[in-house]
């Protein structure tokens, strides 16, 4: 990572956590009382944002792959599409409808905006910078040529225009724009031309300037056949530049003095009222609107007249602060295709087998039911390091079970083709009582999970939708059997989605388990879900909205009063954010007394450690590593033989712990228990892939010192999980 852009934070070697040296004593600072106080936290949208730095620095990383050293730019793309539409759109409408609200860190919404606009702008600018002068020649060097119009041959040319012809004209709508037609309503993310214009039309207009909005149903990118590329097989030409280069052939007569792409983010958040009378068609009347949601950035091509940005600003409503001038594509997002479909494996991660625990892997082997196993032992698997496979497993195995009596499950989010909704629709068609809380509000899925919904309905499945007002985040399923005499539930508890796909992107915990508290635990939320009644008593359960907080600041508080009495006390916890204030101020109290807390926290974090007298006794780090880190973990001492360990669906936020339903489960068996922590030391000893938090807010590189050997905590679990090609399966 020697690019001379990249930030200064790279070049600190700091001591990572985990990794203890010798520590002159200190006098004791004096002890902080005053919690309110904004100097002790950082600015939720800022960290945010900070985090997609993060993300975009792994472009720069010359350890990881080409290809995916493109991927991670492309995803900061996506990362920060999101931002804008949604956190960026929420302090804009604060601003608009006068209702600012001043965060922990004291900074109103117009502050917070103003250094948004600021830092994004640099960030922009560099992941131009990485595309133009290290990725693209990089990628070209390999054979993969993204061709611009003054680099294409007479053939290419020529193939190109019949392209145009034949896949863009039929379908293409340029708007003159004149007092018969007003400037175009846009919808959001939409690769757009503003075209410059000179002599007059057939009707004797002259305006001047036009629109050109490229249709969706189009390729971004465009690949060139091999033959009129001299034989080579990928070489490819955005579609902003077959529009560009034919653009004069969609105004016959007209002189065409420029041609600039631009493109609009909308607010993209759903605004459902609390009192629907049917939440499936409130929320389909609420997706049609996303498309033309209040305009909040504007994205511009570099060598845009000023006038012209001016006229899209004014048309917009927008300010010089939400104009973003870029130096390439507009829609990098849509280049994401190159990453999977190429046929370069060698640019790409090298590819992995997910392993399987002893035991269950050759109960698969021999085709036995995964209940027969779980019935004896709980199982706790590892994500993507172990299989999803013995989840879905398990309930396709329920389906065609004759025992099984009944199935309820949660569905977030799940992918379209979802093998856990194929087993759910053929459980229902076999006539098992089949009942399935699916949220449709999960963003951006919101249509998939519509659909999906309607599938299982059709199936025979009763499908709810939650509880209005809170969203279902839980995962939780939970298989009824008959056993002989008995009924016997089986259960599955996640901190992840039930979804193929992010099962081998997303680091997260499956326990499948069969114990009868816990299990009996769900079957109660799941009556709680469909119907209705006062709060669910559950013994083992951590529930959102209820308990869960109440029961992690209790137990933060215990480990707290174990350092007041002298005794060792220490908190680990990861998860992907930390915004939730009584959280973080029964962890600052937690430090006072001496508590060692290490937090592992992916994105947010709103604490600010290393404060004097406050909290120094927290570390905050961070991972970004080939996967996704998704594991919500919390690990409390309580003694030297009897530390709890809890997993979860919910992370330390206001959203998760106060407006949704969420579980946050026990790992009890004390070798899956002490397997949790080994793995949590992984990650606190990473020196490769970790940032560490400063007090100021910045984040600095953790890197080898001395003579400290390379840690990498993701490589560490596949070696010890996974099967990986020309090594013996380690977990067979």
């Given at each position: 990572?020697?690019?001379?852009?990249?930030?200064?934070v790279?070049?600190?070697?700091t001591q990572?956590?985990?990794l203890t040296e010798?520590?002159a004593?200190?006098?004791p600072?004096p002890?902080?009382t005053?919690y309110q106080?904004?100097?002790?936290y950082?600015?939720?949208e800022?960290?945010?944002l900070a985090?997609n730095?993060?993300v975009l620095q792994?472009?720069?990383?010359?350890?990881?792959?080409?290809?995916e050293?493109?991927?991670?730019l492309l995803i900061?793309?996506?990362?920060?599409d999101?931002?804008f539409e949604?956190?960026?759109?929420g302090l804009?409408?604060?601003?608009?409808?006068s209702r600012?609200?001043?965060?922990?860190?004291?900074?109103?919404p117009?502050q917070?905006?103003?250094?948004?606009?600021?830092k994004a702008k640099e960030?922009?600018e560099?992941q131009?910078?990485?595309?133009n002068e290290s990725l693209?020649?990089?990628?070209?060097?390999?054979?993969?040529?993204?061709?611009r119009?003054n680099?294409?041959?007479?053939?290419?040319q020529?193939?190109?225009?019949?392209f145009?012809?034949?896949?863009?004209m039929p379908?293409?709508s340029?708007?003159g724009?004149d007092?018969?037609?007003?400037?175009?309503r846009?919808?959001n993310?939409?690769?757009?031309f503003?075209v410059?214009?000179?002599?007059?039309?057939a009707?004797?207009?002259?305006?001047?300037m036009a629109?050109i909005?490229?249709?969706r149903?189009?390729?971004r990118?465009?690949?060139m056949?091999?033959?009129?590329?001299e034989?080579?097989?990928?070489?490819?030409?955005?579609l902003?530049?077959i529009?560009?280069?034919?653009?004069?052939?969609?105004?016959p007569?007209m002189d065409?003095?420029?041609?600039?792409?631009?493109?609009?983010?909308?607010?993209s958040d759903?605004?459902?009222?609390?009192?629907?009378?049917?939440?499936a068609k409130?929320?389909?009347?609420?997706?049609?609107?996303r498309?033309?949601g209040k305009?909040?950035?504007?994205?511009?091509?570099?060598?845009?007249?000023?006038p012209?940005?001016?006229f899209?600003?004014?048309?917009?409503?927008?300010?010089e602060?939400?104009l973003?001038?870029v130096n390439?594509?507009v829609?990098l997002t849509?280049m994401?295709?190159?990453?999977?479909?190429?046929?370069?494996?060698?640019?790409?991660f090298?590819?992995f087998t997910?392993?399987y625990?002893k035991g269950?892997h050759?109960?698969?082997k021999?085709g036995n039911?995964v209940?027969?196993?779980?019935?004896?032992?709980d199982?706790l698997?590892?994500?993507?390091?172990e299989?999803?496979?013995p989840?879905v497993?398990?309930?396709?195995?329920?389906?065609?079970?004759?025992?099984?009596?009944?199935?309820?499950?949660?569905?977030?989010?799940?992918?379209?083709h979802?093998?856990?909704v194929?087993a759910?629709v053929?459980?229902?068609?076999q006539?098992?009582?089949?009942t399935?809380?699916?949220e449709i509000r999960?963003r951006?899925d919101e249509?998939e999970n519509?659909?999906l919904?309607?599938?299982?309905?059709e199936?025979g499945a009763?499908?709810?939708y939650g509880?209005?007002g809170?969203k279902?985040?839980?995962?939780?399923?939970?298989i009824?059997?008959?056993e002989?005499?008995?009924?016997?539930r089986?259960?599955?508890?996640?901190?992840?989605n039930y979804?193929?796909?992010?099962?081998?992107?997303?680091?997260?915990?499956?326990?499948l388990t069969?114990?009868?508290?816990l299990?009996?635990?769900v079957?109660?939320?799941?009556?709680?879900?469909?119907?209705m009644?006062?709060?669910?008593?559950v013994?083992k359960?951590?529930?959102?909205p209820f308990?869960l907080?109440k029961?992690?600041?209790?137990l933060?508080?215990?480990?707290?009063?174990r350092?007041?009495?002298?005794?060792?006390?220490?908190?680990?916890?990861?998860?992907?954010s930390?915004?939730?204030?009584?959280?973080?101020?029964?962890?600052y109290k937690?430090?006072?007394a001496?508590?060692e807390?290490?937090?592992?926290?992916?994105?947010?974090?709103?604490?600010?450690?290393g404060?004097?007298?406050?909290?120094?006794?927290i570390?905050?780090?961070?991972?970004?590593?080939?996967f996704?880190?998704?594991?919500?973990?919390?690990?409390?001492?309580n003694g030297?033989d009897?530390a709890?360990?809890?997993?979860?669906?919910?992370?330390?936020?206001?959203?998760n712990?106060?407006m949704?339903?969420?579980?946050c489960?026990p790992?009890?068996?004390?070798?899956?228990?002490?397997?949790?922590?080994?793995e949590?030391?992984?990650?606190?000893?990473d020196?490769t892939?970790?940032?560490?938090?400063?007090s100021d807010g910045?984040?600095?590189?953790?890197k080898p010192?001395?003579?400290?050997?390379?840690?990498?905590?993701q490589?560490?679990?596949?070696?010890t999980?996974?099967i990986?090609?020309n090594?013996p399966?380690a977990?067979e």
């Amino acid at each position: 990572m020697d690019n001379p852009q990249q930030s200064d934070v790279q070049d600190n070697q700091t001591q990572p956590s985990g990794l203890t040296e010798p520590v002159a004593t200190k006098t004791p600072a004096p002890k902080l009382t005053d919690y309110q106080n904004p100097d002790y936290y950082i600015n939720r949208e800022l960290s945010h944002l900070a985090f997609n730095f993060r993300v975009l620095q792994q472009a720069l990383n010359d350890d990881y792959p080409l290809l995916e050293r493109f991927r991670f730019l492309l995803i900061f793309s996506s990362n920060i599409d999101e931002f804008f539409e949604i956190r960026v759109a929420g302090l804009m409408q604060q601003v608009d409808f006068s209702r600012e609200q001043v965060g922990l860190d004291g900074m109103g919404p117009q502050q917070v905006l103003k250094e948004i606009s600021k830092k994004a702008k640099e960030y922009v600018e560099l992941q131009y910078q990485i595309l133009n002068e290290s990725l693209l020649p990089s990628l070209r060097e390999e054979g993969i040529r993204f061709l611009r119009r003054n680099e294409l041959s007479e053939k290419q040319q020529a193939w190109i225009k019949r392209f145009f012809y034949h896949e863009v004209m039929p379908i293409i709508s340029p708007i003159g724009l004149d007092p018969a037609h007003p400037f175009p309503r846009l919808t959001n993310k939409l690769l757009c031309f503003i075209v410059s214009l000179e002599g007059k039309d057939a009707f004797g207009r002259n305006t001047g300037m036009a629109i050109i909005p490229a249709p969706r149903s189009l390729p971004r990118i465009v690949k060139m056949p091999a033959d009129v590329c001299e034989g080579r097989e990928n070489e490819y030409v955005f579609l902003s530049s077959i529009i560009h280069r034919h653009a004069a052939d969609l105004f016959p007569g007209m002189d065409i003095k420029g041609c600039y792409q631009f493109r609009l983010t909308r607010n993209s958040d759903l605004d459902l009222e609390d009192e629907v009378e049917d939440l499936a068609k409130a929320l389909q009347g609420e997706l049609l609107s996303r498309r033309y949601g209040k305009a909040v950035r504007l994205e511009v091509v570099d060598n845009c007249p000023q006038p012209l940005v001016d006229f899209l600003l004014d048309e917009f409503g927008l300010k010089e602060e939400e104009l973003y001038r870029v130096n390439g594509p507009v829609n990098l997002t849509r280049m994401m295709s190159i990453c999977d479909t190429n046929d370069k494996p060698e640019l790409t991660f090298p590819p992995f087998t997910p392993g399987y625990p002893k035991g269950l892997h050759s109960k698969r082997k021999h085709g036995n039911n995964v209940m027969d196993l779980v019935g004896k032992q709980d199982i706790l698997l590892h994500h993507p390091f172990e299989s999803f496979t013995p989840v879905v497993d398990m309930l396709r195995q329920a389906a065609k079970d004759p025992d099984v009596l009944a199935i309820r499950q949660t569905l977030y989010r799940t992918g379209a083709h979802s093998e856990m909704v194929d087993a759910l629709v053929e459980a229902a068609r076999q006539g098992k009582e089949v009942t399935v809380v699916v949220e449709i509000r999960a963003r951006f899925d919101e249509e998939e999970n519509l659909a999906l919904a309607r599938r299982l309905q059709e199936a025979g499945a009763v499908v709810v939708y939650g509880v209005v007002g809170y969203k279902t985040h839980a995962k939780m399923m939970l298989i009824v059997r008959r056993e002989g005499r008995q009924i016997q539930r089986y259960a599955h508890l996640g901190t992840g989605n039930y979804h193929a796909g992010n099962a081998r992107l997303y680091t997260d915990y499956s326990l499948l388990t069969c114990d009868k508290i816990l299990t009996n635990d769900v079957h109660k939320i799941f009556h709680q879900l469909t119907g209705m009644g006062r709060a669910v008593r559950v013994r083992k359960l951590f529930h959102a909205p209820f308990t869960l907080k109440k029961n992690l600041i209790d137990l933060i508080n215990q480990e707290t009063n174990r350092a007041k009495e002298g005794k060792a006390a220490r908190i680990i916890i990861k998860i992907n954010s930390l915004t939730e204030s009584n959280i973080i101020r029964a962890l600052y109290k937690a430090s006072q007394a001496g508590v060692e807390v290490d937090m592992i926290v992916r994105g947010i974090c709103c604490l600010r450690p290393g404060i004097e007298g406050l909290s120094d006794n927290i570390r905050v780090r961070s991972i970004v590593g080939r996967f996704l880190e998704h594991t919500r973990i919390y690990y409390f001492e309580n003694g030297e033989d009897d530390a709890l360990v809890y997993c979860s669906s919910a992370d330390a936020m206001i959203r998760n712990l106060d407006m949704r339903i969420e579980t946050c489960f026990p790992v009890e068996d004390p070798k899956l228990a002490a397997r949790v922590k080994k793995e949590l030391d992984y990650y606190l000893t990473d020196n490769t892939r970790s940032w560490q938090l400063q007090s100021d807010g910045e984040y600095e590189k953790n890197k080898p010192v001395r003579n400290q050997r390379r840690r990498n905590a993701q490589e560490r679990l596949m070696e010890t999980l996974a099967i990986i090609a020309n090594k013996p399966a380690a977990t067979e």
